[in-house]
């Protein structure tokens, strides 16, 4: 079964298509190749402080045009998740202004943590006492449902690790013995489920291509798809096998970046 | 063996001399009267924002004289014990003010994260991304010693809980695997330890008094003293068996204040 006969392409952004602010040399032009074959394209992406909005402005400077319909951030993927589950939720959220602007587009109201039936828990970089009390407070709550809108532990930034949304998780687990009743983004099924609706196809018509054997290829496989690892962003030649034994999870294909796909 | 008999006295504060700023009624005069029967007293807290200059204010409020000598703070205790492994150490805290206060004045170097051969968690009331991810680098580094000024979890405020000392240990430990190397505060034994020292006294000859089961009373068992748990604070007559149970921990004497030890 060769890669290109698939229909679907799920995408992770940072690591496959750029990093940071730069893209990654041959990608963008891969990704206007596959579009040229017909393929159906969804850029996946865990970022929890960026809205679809943002992350098509950072599109725009790599030189990709995409519009709404190809972009599930985690952000927008949650944003769906809870209006799914109920019109016009109350929802406090530990997050940055990104996840709230989605939460809104969605209908779902921002509140104060006395009135939340949701506690939404995304990254923020203005974290502070007050948010992490009215958080805790609400986890303590078991009548209001945790969704945190991504697992992320640490962040590789430029100048060292910085903390992901799983600082807050952290933190609420060890004070009140609570973990979030769903987790959005990869490697939850619940973004990748909703990248094959958006993309209307089932998951043995679609390759998922990420840099995190952890999160992209166990997201893959949690959904039976097809699993590509890149060798552009996180994972590198140098420890590809180091990884796969820790972590016991082996990629379907290795490419050395996105453009090789076009190989196959 | 009654508890009269005893020569000295570990005593907490909240819960037991005071709640918050407001004094316990009767509990200001029974030190004053273990005072006049010669006993040895010592305060010791778990408080990891305050320095023994700030709670010394506050007993003052309180209608009672305290010298430094009676009081052990665990910032205090922090310092102590930092101090003792080495000396002008270089360290990096989270933590307040108060802290950085005892710190300084047992001569540790409070330092940027870079030059820190130290981390020192204690809660902050300022805390923000910056802090955190400094504390995540550190963590994440095994030549930096880890302590943790206490292990509390959660704090009573009168609004509702608040987030302690154990919401930082408790994102560190999510995001980078470690726990705290040492805690100092109760129920450690470390900070149970450096009272009997400053005491001069063998646990034999000690009371430990608290309102937490699972914070003095272990502690004092811990050390193998004599406990006693008064119902003026956290615990009361209401959760008090429920508590016992449930903590599989047993107080020697259950007292409604410090002022039945009189009666002892």
Redesign the interface.
Known sequence: MKLLEKKGFIIDIDGVIARGQTPIPNAIEAVEKLREMGKRIIFVSNNSTRSRKIMMERFKNYGLKVSEDELLIATYATARLISREKRNAKVYTTGENGLKEELRLAGIRIVDYKNAEYLVVGS??????EI??KA??LA?NKNVRYIAVNPD??FPAED?????T???????????GREPDVIVGKPSKVIMEDALKILKLNAEDVVVIGDQIDVDVLAGKRINATTVLVLSGVTTKENLNEKIKELGIKPDYVLKDLSEILRY
Chains 1, 2 share one sequence.
């Open positions: 923020n970089r203005g974290i502070n006492f992490m009390t805790l407070r303590l532990k640490i060292g690790p910085i903390p992901g799983g600082m807050i998780i952290g933190a609420l687990y060890w004070m009140s």
